[in-house]
């Protein structure tokens, strides 16, 4: 099976972070500097991704040019140890350092609300019937930072649609792991845990949404949200939850928790918009992670550059409001 993903406003490669790790890695990706070339699954998942489930589908993925020209995204290092995952602390650092222990494995995933189909399902079958993908995404923080990584999931969409969500399934909640033995900052109260976020139906199954195992050929690592994280690449960060136990399709808006927490500051759909400042952070340029310090910070584009793609989600709504 042949998949190739192309967006109208590519991710161009004057704009990616130089990758290091990548072009050590012949066996991982082979490729001319400016030419396109054929990504196999089976090539760069295989030995990563085997040895967690033996029955999880692989597919070729099809580099498209802003991929593969140079290959300077984000280097690993600083996409896995800048991260804000409040459940291991607050500090950028802190969720790699405190999230050797945490255990991903053996997972499984709730399935509630109006549906046909409900119940608990494990990690390792709900991947027995998935095609693995790489997509390389822009990612947006609302603290105005961001970075570009190249993630490994599949349609979200396609997930949700197995289980057979009603017509009476207006939004899709998801919730994180509250476990404050594995997570220790889930033992302080600077949030209502467990991590809830939501989105409407229409967004969810928007082609570009991703359900995530896995970062630059590898599984997730615990502190980017191993072993399962939502990639809404239009929305800034705090909307991508991670560690998601629970999947509830439901008739209301869910109650998201930054929402809950301070509803002046984050709304429910929370999109990229560069003419709308958070009350703490100006959105109209971003500081992309790795650059130089003496860089200038680049403009946002608006829905983080998704915008031909998305935007028809929202027509007739006021996008003048950060919420």
């Given at each position: ?7 109208k ?5 004057s704009?990616?972070?130089?990758k290091?790790i ?6 991982f990706?082979?490729?001319?500097a ?16 085997a040895?967690?489930?033996?029955r999880?589908?692989?597919a ?5 040019e802003w991929?593969?020209?140079?290959q ?6 600083d996409?896995?140890?800048?991260n ?15 999230s050797?222990?945490?255990?991903p494995?053996?997972w499984s995933?709730?399935?509630e609300?109006e549906?046909?189909?409900t119940?608990t399902?494990?990690?390792e079958?709900?991947l ?8 390389v995404?822009r990612?947006?923080?609302?603290e105005a930072?961001?970075m ?5 999931g599949?349609?979200?969409?396609a997930?949700?649609?197995?289980y057979q ?11 994180t792991l509250?476990?404050p ?6 033992k302080r109260a600077?949030?209502d ?19 995530v ?7 997730l690592?615990?502190q ?13 960060g ?9 999947i509830r ?11 809950a ?6 709304g ?14 100006r959105?109209?340029?971003e500081?992309r992670?790795?650059?130089?310090w003496y ?16 935007a ?12």
């Open positions: 099976m042949l998949i190739q993903l192309k967006t406003n590519p991710i161009a490669s704009e990616i972070t130089d290091k990548y072009q050590q890695r012949r066996k990706l082979k490729y001319s400016y030419s396109l070339s054929t990504l196999t699954a089976t090539s760069f998942m295989a030995t990563a991704f040895s967690r489930t033996s999880a589908k692989m070729k993925v099809q580099a498209s991929q593969v020209a140079k300077e995204w984000t280097s690993y290092e996409a896995t140890s800048y804000n995952y409040y459940e291991f602390g607050l500090g950028k650092d802190d969720p790699k350092a405190n050797q222990n945490f255990k494995s053996p995933v709730t399935v609300g549906a046909e189909i119940g399902f494990d990690l079958d709900i027995s019937y998935q095609v693995l993908e790489e997509r995404y990612f947006r923080c609302v930072w961001s570009v990584i190249p993630w490994v599949f349609s979200l969409a997930l949700l649609r197995r969500p009603t017509s009476k399934a207006k939004y899709v909640e998801f919730t509250y476990d033995k594995q997570m220790p900052g889930q600077v949030l845990w467990p991590y809830v976020e939501g989105l409407r139906i229409d967004e969810a199954m928007h082609p570009l949404s991703l359900m195992v896995g970062m630059y050929g590898e599984w690592p615990n980017n949200g191993a072993p399962l994280r939502l990639m809404v690449p239009w929305k800034y705090f909307k991508n939850i991670k560690g998601i136990v629970k399709f439901t008739e209301r808006q869910p109650k998201t928790t930054w929402n927490s301070a509803p002046n500051e984050y429910f759909y929370a999109n990229v918009n560069p003419k709308v400042d958070h009350p703490r952070w959105q109209a340029k500081r992670i790795g650059d130089p860089a200038s910070k680049r403009k946002t584009l608006l829905f983080n550059g998704y915008a031909e793609e998305v028809g989600l929202y027509s007739g709504m006021d996008l003048t409001k950060f919420f």
